[in-house]
């Protein structure tokens, strides 16, 4: 019901209160800009658990600095420091992998490029349904305030791992935390709801507002990836609910879905939770692929190279993302011949992945490539995804995966697809449509520092977790100088370490000129990258309503350096020029003597 | 080479899905909301296979005819709701309310009815609690029919079901405010439609949940 006639009151030109403007907003710019904060608080909040994590594994045992301010619970006390507690740590392994991948990556791409763009690119008004818009920010609110709620209550945070496995996750018993994980999961139960009211608007939004002209394979990519992206949060989504809510009852109630000790099924939790989890992955890296589709197209003022090929791959991706969740379960037991389909259909993604890869490196071959913060994400992007993108076909292989499972080199895994995908993408789109959505420009001289050494850092960081995994070193590891056989890797962790430190310290200067452009930057034309597509034939920001008129399309959103322009651009709402005829009009048509010949 | 499209383009919106947004983003929400009831059937397949002994026949311990006439007042309610759509579409005003008054009767006895029947099922022992779970099943026998998991799957789908029709009962609710103010007519009443689409998908959610846990 909620979401009324579909009508947004866009047209009343009476200022809105502030209330209404800016924290109860209907408007998509505004509750794109504000995913964008609660977001990019989340990420600061996960990156500091990261870098805490980081001081344990590279300096075990050791007085964390400023570790007095944490409560007993937390830390041991010495005369030395506080030095942090097991406990704590497998929270902070929890809090890290799910504020990172719920409150963080996920709210950026589909809640900030979701709201911010869908609308803009396919010249609508606003969401199809604003007020359920609205709804779904302010769902994910107190979803992120009670996952952080679990810190501060007794026995700590969620400590089951961001997988929360059965049993381990079935009672507190077992990890010592009985709120935070019930907390843990009412948060991302209502951060469930929170997805499915944008995904139900996307897809309706898509479907039905396009501006005339705006056929299906001239939506602009980012809008694609979003596309499919909603409707894998449409269908994922409700299956990880349902099983949060039987985890809950199994820890409040008692019920025994996933409890050994009253006959019920653990495994079953793990394929739930892959069921959701796969396509999850893919709800991850899509928005982010569209992202740099856009980015590297147009910093290279060149078409995509095969759009239809990128969309198509988008699709093939979504779809098999559905059939290969058994590839996290091949060490759970598993009928042989199902191991090797899951290995199979897992293998066979590599397929699209190389042709998007492919595309990207044919979009830049020989483009008039323009050197900016964006470009450089994206192409940060595009490299990193590959790494990871190969160490993933590793452990895709049933026999390597019995060795790597649940090592280092998965935990490696995830970063160059999470960090150095998503995360670079995220960088791509918000230094590219930074203009849009706040009117100003940022500063390039700092965005390009930043991207430097975050590059560096980030694989001074995670590469040598491959071979820390190769190793033999456990992820979810309180101490890994216990084992002997790890102690001659600890110099390796104390490298990571470091780098870690210096990586998270790097982001500083991302949020110094995230805010001082903010204030203080070089005022935004309504097109500063000279794009072809629909956000930026209007103001920077635009106005409430965002299209004076309705706006007409006339082609696809990558025609760069067309010969039928002068500019290297030609938006999609430019009408065709009016050619003068180039060569003299055929000559009559003369019927062929032959029967039949004038067909 | 591109101005002949040019030039049959209108100023309406793309042609989207034929259909009007409200509705399409009902489809959509249901799409979800199959998924979600995959989620759980599946989940009680599987528990079902594995621990076929932890499950006791139909009607050992269910009451299969209660459950099917409280079936039969569900469908009926479909029909009343179906009757409401098309006394709308003629403009009937006095029809629509009549019939939407008639679907919350039927979704809140269906609803009743359930809550009755877990008083009594809980009190014979059959409860969703592992370790409490202690049913003796219809005939009162001295053994415990069934296990832990039968009381639990029990409890999640049907509550589940229970949750989206009392939620349906309240938008009937809803629904039914605004037709005595008037907000339907025969031109507009894609709030009734939407409502109905609703209200068919969880009688066919009950449909499969009556037969997968009390006839099979």
């Known amino acids: 019901m909620t979401g009324g006639t579909g009508v947004p009151d866009g047209h009343d030109h009476e200022e809105p209160s502030f209330i209404r403007k800016y924290i109860f907003s209907t408007d998509h710019k505004m509750i794109a800009r504000q995913f964008l904060f609660q977001s990019l608080f989340f990420l600061v909040i996960g990156g500091l658990l990261a870098a805490m994590m980081r001081w344990q594994l590279g300096f075990p045992g050791q007085p964390m600095p400023g570790g007095g301010i944490f409560p007993d619970a937390m830390v041991a006390p010495t005369p030395e420091g506080a030095i942090m507690l097991p406990e704590f740590y497998n929270s902070l392994v929890t809090m890290h992998g799910t504020i990172m991948i719920f409150f963080a990556i996920m709210p950026l791409l589909v809640g900030l490029f979701g709201n911010l763009l869908i609308p803009l690119q396919i010249g609508a008004e606003d969401m199809a349904f604003p007020r359920l818009n609205m709804v779904s920010f302010w769902l994910a609110v107190p979803a992120g305030i009670l996952m952080l709620a679990g810190f501060a209550v007794e026995g700590g945070a969620a400590g089951a791992g961001w997988t929360s496995y059965a049993p381990l996750s079935t009672s507190g018993e077992w990890t010592g935390v009985y709120l935070g994980q019930q907390l843990w999961l009412a948060s991302l139960t209502i951060l469930g709801f929170s997805s499915l009211a944008g995904a139900v608007n996307y897809i309706t939004t898509i479907i039905n507002m396009r501006a005339p002209g705006m056929t299906w394979f001239r939506i602009p990519l980012p809008t694609w990836s979003l596309f499919i992206t909603a409707i894998l949060i449409l269908l994922a989504i409700p299956i990880l609910a349902g099983a949060l809510i039987m985890l809950l009852f199994d820890q409040t109630i008692g019920t025994g879905f996933f409890r050994p000790d009253v006959g019920g099924e653990p495994i079953l939790w793990q394929h739930l939770f892959w069921f959701f989890g796969h396509p999850e992955v893919y709800i991850l890296i ?160 700092l965005g ?27 992820r979810r590891l309180y101490d890994p100088t216990e084992y002997e056989f790890l102690q001659t890797l600890q110099p390796m962790n104390k490298f990571v370490s470091i780098s870690a430190f210096l990586l998270v310290g790097t982001q500083v200067l991302f949020a110094f000129n995230f805010f001082w452009s903010l204030f203080r930057g070089r005022k935004a034309t309504a097109n500063p990258w000279n794009s072809n597509t629909l956000e930026w034939t209007v103001p920077s920001p635009p106005p409430h309503g965002n299209f004076a008129e309705m706006p007409v399309v006339y082609r696809g959103p990558y025609e760069y350096s067309s010969p039928e322009t002068d500019d290297d651009y030609y938006p999609q709402n430019v009408p065709p020029r009016e050619h003068p005829p180039v060569a003299p009009a055929p000559a009559p048509f003369t019927p062929s003597p032959e029967p039949g010949g004038a067909e | 080479m591109m101005t002949t499209q040019a030039a049959t383009i209108d100023r309406v919106r793309e042609e989207g899905s034929g259909v ?86 039927l979704g809140a006895f269906f609803v009743g009815v359930q809550v009755v029947e877990y008083i009594a099922l809980t009190s014979e022992g059959f409860v969703p609690m592992a370790e409490a779970y202690a049913a003796l099943g219809r005939e009162h026998g001295t053994t415990v029919i069934g296990g832990p998991l039968y009381g639990a799957t029990f409890y999640m789908m049907t509550g589940f079901h229970g949750t989206h029709v009392t939620i349906g009962v309240l938008c009937l609710m809803f629904t039914y405010w605004r037709a005595r103010q008037g907000k339907y007519t025969a031109t507009s009443h894609g709030g009734v439609e939407i409502m109905g689409l609703y209200w068919h998908f969880v009688d066919l959610v009950w449909i499969l949940l009556f037969t997968i846990v009390y006839l099979i």
């Open chain 1, 448 to 474: 390009k520092v930043h991207f430097a050494l975050t590059f560096v850092f980030y694989n001074m960081v995670f590469f040598p977790m491959h071979n820390l995994g190769l190793g033999g070193m456990m």
């Open chain 1, 286 to 445: 899509l928005p982010g692929m569209g992202i740099v589709s856009e980015v590297i197209s147009n910093r290279s003022r060149k078409p995509i190279f095969g759009y239809h090929a990128m969309v198509l791959a988008m699709i093939s991706i979504a779809f098999l993302g559905w059939i290969v969740w058994g590839h996290h379960m091949f060490q759970s037991g598993m009928n042989p011949l199902l191991g090797t389909s899951f290995m199979i259909s897992t293998m066979a993604i590599a397929v699209p992945s190389a042709i998007k890869t492919f595309n990207w490196l044919g979009t830049l071959w020989r483009g008039n490539i323009h050197y900016d913060t964006p470009l450089l994400h994206a192409v940060a992007f595009v490299s990193m995804f590959i790494i990871g993108g190969l160490s993933g076909i590793f452990m895709a292989n049933t026999p390597v995966d019995m060795y790597l499972h649940d090592t280092y080199f998965i935990v490696a895994h995830i970063h160059y697809v999470l960090f150095g995908g998503s995360l670079f993408a995220i960088f791509a789109g918000i230094t590219f449509w930074f203009p849009k959505m706040f009117g100003r420009m940022m500063n390039e001289t």
């Open chain 2, 20 to 105: 009007y947004t409200l509705k399409l983003g009902m489809w959509i929400f249901l799409l979800s909301e199959v998924m979600f009831f995959t989620g759980l059937i599946g989940s009680y397949i599987i528990l079902r296979f594995a621990h076929p002994t932890d499950f006791a026949d139909p009607g050992q311990v269910l009451n299969v005819q209660l459950t099917a006439f409280n079936t039969f007042v569900l469908i009926c309610s479909s029909v009343t709701m179906v009757k409401a759509f098309a006394a709308i579409e003629q403009g009937d005003q006095v029809g629509l309310k009549r019939w939407l008054l008639a679907t919350i009767i």
